[in-house]
């Protein structure tokens, strides 16, 4: 296990290199990505597979292939080996050319869209947007631009019976993969899914062990769980089995093992270029006095707390607990404050990560090193709670850098 502090800029970084991995634009009735991230579907479809998916697997990543081929000659197209229509490819000085409603049709991309004022074909997938126009060699972003000449310039596309067709190697643009072989023309994709085989259980244990099936061709995924303001733990995986036979496909198994808080915890599992997981491990604690006071590594080399006692508060709607303690050893700031982070548990269907919800800030004055302030739950659930101080490090043009010192956890009854 490991605990990962990310300052503010790398914050902001971090956060948009994940959503940028992580767009999903649906087809159909399906999300489909030409070579990106998938939405989260439902579990049944894996529980209906061999005996290889284990008890023990908590998610499946899948990595499904599709080609379709169409038959030079015409009169014949296939999806994934089976019969479909689709129009002929053409050939022009010496040119082969791939109709564009076959392109949709198959599921290779989001949409095709036909402009005919603009005499113009927009084509949508999760790598790209762009628009070809009919006699134009160059092509087009979605504000009708032309892109740079170097990289965007194609034989141009054509208009044969009402159907749009563009260059075969203009599929590259979109991820895809294209070719001929066998008197037919082909192109090839994947769609990346993630099943949640058990997005709930509940344990009286402190630690969280489960696996996690993923394609072979997938990188290996690890798991994650947010214990405050940009801290993160993450859990170091081991690989417990190979070459997985399931589906007509490869799988690897990976163990995993998360720490768990008392109550309810988070854990997002993900792998580079997939849609993140979101699984939710009940701890219950027979013992709630038994439970201390979580103080980080930095936090104890400046801070005792003389109350609460416990880790694990057991409360009712209205009841007040007190925050006390003292600082050692400061460090070379000025600290006349503390702050306290009160976040509520609201499971959110879509982002794990936004389950706790900051529901108050309140700050503790520090006099002659000593704090304390009383805090009161006006609401039942599941609360986490911080104590956040100073941290030595610095980042230009952001002045002291947060950190939390403790943490604990309370369920509050109504």
């Known amino acids: 296990m490991t605990v990962k502090k990310m300052p503010k800029p790398a914050v902001w970084l971090a956060a948009f290199a994940f959503l940028a991995a992580t767009v999903i634009i649906p087809v159909r ?122 990289n965007f310039t194609i034989p141009a596309p054509l208009l044969v019976g009402g159907t749009a067709y563009v260059p075969v190697h203009a599929l590259a643009f979109f991820g895809l993969s294209a070719g001929t072989e066998n008197g037919q023309l082909f192109w090839r994709w994947s769609e990346k899914k993630t099943q949640v085989l058990q997005p709930y259980w ?42 997985i036979s399931l589906d007509g496909s490869l799988y690897n198994r990976i163990q995993l093992s998360m720490p768990l808080e008392p109550g309810i915890n988070p854990v997002e599992i993900s792998s580079i270029g997939m849609a993140a997981a979101g699984i ?43 925050i006390s303690g003292k600082l050692i050893n400061p460090p070379n700031l000025a600290i006349n404050k503390l702050t306290v982070t009160i976040q509520r548990y609201v499971p959110d269907a879509r982002d794990i990560r936004k389950d706790f919800t900051t529901v108050s800030t309140k700050e503790i004055p520090v006099k002659n090193g000593m704090f304390s302030r009383s805090v009161t739950f006006s609401q039942s659930g599941s609360y986490r709670i911080y104590v956040n101080g100073l941290s030595y490090t610095t980042f230009l043009g952001y002045g002291p850098d947060s950190v939390t010192w403790a943490n604990l956890s309370a369920e509050v009854a109504e």
Not at 282 to 308: M, Q, Y
Request: net charge positive; no cysteine; aromatic share 6%.
């Open 29 to 150: 009735d399906v999300k489909i990505s030409a070579a990106g991230a998938e939405a989260v579907v439902p579990a049944a479809s894996a529980l209906t597979a061999s005996g290889a998916v284990s008890s023990t697997d908590a998610v499946r990543l899948n990595l499904i292939k599709h080609e379709m081929r169409i038959n030079l000659s015409g009169g014949e197209a296939s999806l994934d080996g089976k019969a479909v229509k689709a129009a002929t490819p053409v050939k022009r000085n010496g040119r082969l050319y791939v109709p564009l409603r076959a392109l949709g049709e198959s599921g290779a991309v989001s949409s095709v869209d036909w402009n005919s004022a603009k005499r113009q074909v927009r084509v949508v997938s999760r790598r790209a947007e762009l628009n070809f126009r009919i006699g134009s060699i160059r092509v087009y972003d979605r504000q009708g631009k032309a892109l740079p000449a170097e």
């Open 280 to 322: 939710r491990i009940r701890r219950n604690v027979s013992d709630p006095s038994a439970i201390p006071v979580n103080i980080t590594e930095e936090g104890k080399e400046f801070l005792t707390l003389e109350s609460p006692a416990g880790g694990y508060l057991k409360l009712k709607s209205g009841d007040s607990f007190t």
């Open 202 to 243: 509940e344990t009286g244990e402190d630690q969280a062990v489960f696996t996690v099936l993923y394609a072979k061709e997938l990188y290996a995924p690890g798991a994650g769980s947010p214990i405050g303001s940009g801290v993160w733990f993450s859990s170091v995986g081991k690989i417990v089995g190979k070459d």
